[in-house]
């Protein structure tokens, strides 16, 4: 009689599972500050490079869609002749490669890096990136830095870091 009550069970079409909870947004999250320093030989003399950045909470910060706020980054590209005076020093946000975003971008992207790549006969190159925090989703940038300090921002169609000639380049200030 047993064996016959367990096979007469009824069947459930009850799926158990847990209930999604919508994440909150905790307080506004910064990156690591970081400091990285690259000597490098251009035009037969010794230079270094350091690139500086640093969360900047008076920048305008940015939300995602739960309404996360993040900080965003103000870096600072500091070039340095051998013998201690200043070649090139300048402070960057994402403002200053604006020409080169989208409108998504603008609105809910930070600053997330700029790195060295290296001195080609007439300029410092870096590559840079402008992120949705917390994601792998950003647009590539190449900045270049001219013999008389002139800056260049283009977008890096060759996602390639080792730098090449890129006819989209723009001059600012």
Same mark, same amino acid.
């Given at each position: 009689g047993v064996v016959a009550a367990c096979s007469n069970k009824k069947k459930s079409n009850d799926i158990i599972t847990t209930k999604? @909870?919508?994440p909150? #947004?905790?307080?506004?999250? +910064?990156?690591?500050n970081t400091s990285v320093t690259k000597e490098f030989k251009w035009a037969d003399r010794n230079y270094s490079c350091l690139v500086e950045r640093t969360?900047?909470? +008076?920048? #305008?910060? !940015?939300?995602?869609?739960? /309404?996360q706020q993040f900080v965003d980054n103000r870096i600072k590209v500091t070039i340095a002749r051998a013998y201690g005076s200043t070649f090139f020093q300048r402070e960057f946000t994402k403002k200053d490669f604006d020409s080169q975003l &989208?409108?998504?971008?603008? $609105?809910? /992207? %930070?600053?997330? /890096?700029? !790195?060295? @790549? /290296?001195?080609?006969?007439?300029? !410092?190159?870096?590559?840079? +990136? @402008? +992120?949705?925090?917390?994601? &792998? $989703?950003? %647009? #590539?940038? @190449?900045?270049? !830095?001219?013999?008389t300090g002139s800056v260049s921002i283009a977008r890096d169609t060759q996602m390639d870091t080792s730098g090449g000639d890129n006819d989209e380049m723009v001059e600012e200030e």
């Open positions: 999604y @909870v919508k909150k #947004p905790q307080g506004p999250i +910064s990156m690591e969360a900047d909470d +008076s920048l #305008p910060m !940015v939300k995602d869609e739960i /309404g &989208d409108d998504d971008y603008r $609105e809910t /992207g %930070i600053l997330e /890096g700029l !790195v060295f @790549v /290296g001195a080609e006969p007439n300029e !410092v190159r870096f590559t840079a +990136s @402008v +992120s949705h925090p917390q994601t &792998d $989703e950003y %647009i #590539p940038l @190449v900045m270049s !830095v001219n013999r």
